[in-house]
């Protein structure tokens, strides 16, 4: 019998592509993880947090149809695709919280089901089986279809993460060919490589904890020619590469600078609560990476690159 849900392995984060003839590379899929769970009692989908997932895409329960064994465990991802036929999050979140069920959402978000691991097989666990056995096993097992679509693996990790960079994806996954799977735990048996964007943006204010700054608000602004009462499109919140070097300068900014006028449009102000925020003049620059833009403009996973010498009126929306 298969287990009633476990949760799936993650990878670990690192800086840079390589490559390897210990390691396949697979495309990391900016989408939703579900874990499939075929049975003669039927189909179940949740995601890696256990909830429910099976009516939210009725479409995929197209895959017990695909399936050609007796029971079995898939661990992959939900996608919907763009225009240019590129993962899509705010699009698959979209669906994903959506209450409605209806051919009109499927219609609006159609989404398809990437595998890339298979845990059980006919009431057996292969978590002891080599990635690569267990990849030959999946292709065996499971038919592919125009929604139902098995991961495909590469040789060179370099090559495919400068493809997925042009392409504006989120990244790649480098996995060792001999590796397990380690139920519930970040192994670097899998590793994950993602492709960061830059830009440069103006610090509008800060938030506090106390009073130690605990995050920078940033903003853009959105014409090429700045009038002197033009304020900021606020773009998001970061925090993570904040180090003790940059919080010392910028408590001092704080206490020097601080005022109470939001330098940011009322209309795109911080999308969060926070304790407290200090507004500053929008005169300090700041580089940062991110993985993509929010529909509403905000940068997704924004860490801080350090301070820029951009003057604050070239850093404007593209």
Partial sequence: ??????????????????????????????????ITYISSQGLKMYTKKGNARIE????????????????????????VLNEQGVPDFQRVLKRDLAKGRGQGLQDRYPVMYVVFDIIYLNDRSITKEPLCNRQELLASFLKESQIIRLCDSYDKGIELFKVMQDKG?????????????????????WLKIKC????????????????????????????????????????????????????????????????????????????????????????????????????GGLLRQPVIVGFCEKEAGECRLK
């Fill in 1 to 34: 019998m298969l287990p009633q849900k476990i949760k799936p392995m993650e990878p670990v984060l690192i800086t840079d592509p390589f490559d390897s003839e210990d390691y396949l590379y697979q495309v990391k899929w900016d989408g939703i993880r579900i």
């Fill in 56 to 79: 939210t895409y009725p479409e995929l329960k197209a895959v017990q149809q695909q399936f050609t064994g007796t029971s079995a465990i898939l661990d992959g991802e939900v996608v």
């Fill in 169 to 189: 994806m989120e990244g790649i996954v480098a996995k060792e060919k001999r590796g397990l799977y380690y139920l519930g735990e970040r192994n670097n048996t």
């Fill in 196 to 295: 960061f964007r830059q830009l440069d943006a103006v610090i509008g204010g800060v938030a506090l904890k106390g009073r130690r700054v605990s995050a920078l608000l940033l903003g853009l602004y959105n014409d090429e020619k700045l009038a002197d009462n033009d304020k900021l499109i606020y773009i998001g919140k970061v925090s993570t590469g904040l180090n003790n070097n940059y919080l010392a300068q910028l408590q001092d900014i704080v206490e020097k600078y601080r005022r109470g006028e939001a330098p940011f449009q009322s209309t795109s102000l911080p999308e969060k609560k926070v304790d407290s925020i200090a507004w500053l003049p929008p005169i300090l620059t700041v580089r940062v990476k991110y993985i993509d833009r929010s529909e």
